[in-house]
């Protein structure tokens, strides 16, 4: 299957920072790119969907100023956590997917992000 | 709003049998499912899929099912080994692009 790199796979950082996440395709070009949250023991929660050249399309409940996205070429997409609390710590899992919407997505390793 | 079910949380099978993971979904207009395997701090790895107009697709020792009328399908592994044990995830792709997951059953395969 298609490769689709996430970095950093952990992240410490300290209240009020902020942390970058980049998710690449390596091998594809993901017109469309998602990030997901994920909580212990429970399922991926989608944050937002980017597609590549414009805005990204926030879930219900996520803040767009604190979490930016930006999805600027066909193989870099990435998310931004902005003045990071405690209850920000979480496994950040980007997506990738290809012009065909019925298709396989494809997953990047995750970032577990802890904050101080 | 649970549009993709998962509703056993675990499941646990002995080597050698077969693993029958479930899944239920409550929209009609779905028509491409998915199925991800996850290991923890993990992101999930593709297994299978499966488009409505077909009702059963096979790769190796998996084999997913379909049944559009009862919105269900299933993922079977069989013989299941224990490199199989994991958390399963099953998805759909819903109408407006979003790949929208189940809630996990965590599958433990016992030699």
């Known amino acids: 299957g298609a490769v689709v790199s996430q970095h950093p796979s952990w992240v410490i950082c300290k209240s009020g920072t902020s942390v970058k996440i980049e998710c690449r395709s390596l091998d594809f070009q993901a017109t469309t790119m998602f990030w997901y949250r994920q909580f212990p023991k429970q399922s991926l929660m989608l944050m937002a969907t980017s597609n590549e050249g414009s805005k990204a399309t926030y879930e219900q409940g996520v803040e767009k100023d604190k979490f930016l996205i930006n999805h600027a070429s066909l193989t870099l997409s990435t998310l931004t956590v902005t003045s990071a609390h405690p209850e920000d710590s979480s496994f950040y899992i980007c997506?990738?997917?290809?012009?065909?919407?019925?298709?396989?997505?494809?997953f990047g390793q995750g970032t577990r992000l802890t904050v101080v | 709003d649970q549009q993709v079910k998962q509703n056993s949380p675990s499941l646990s099978v002995q080597e050698g049998r077969i693993s029958i993971l479930n899944c239920d979904y409550t929209?009609?207009?779905?028509?491409?499912f998915l199925w991800y395997k996850k290991y923890p701090a993990e992101g999930p790895t593709f297994l299978i899929s499966?488009?409505?107009?077909?009702d059963k697709n096979e790769d190796g020792r998996f084999t997913v099912f379909l049944n559009k009328s009862a919105k269900h399908l299933s993922l079977h592994i069989v013989p299941s080994q224990p490199g199989d044990s994991a958390v399963y995830f099953c998805a759909a792709w819903n109408q407006g692009g979003k790949l929208i997951f189940g809630q996990g059953t965590e599958l433990s395969v016992k030699p």
């Open positions: 997506s990738a997917a290809g012009r065909t919407l019925n298709t396989e997505a494809f």
């Open positions: 499966i488009s409505s107009i077909k």
């Open positions: 929209n009609s207009m779905f028509d491409y």
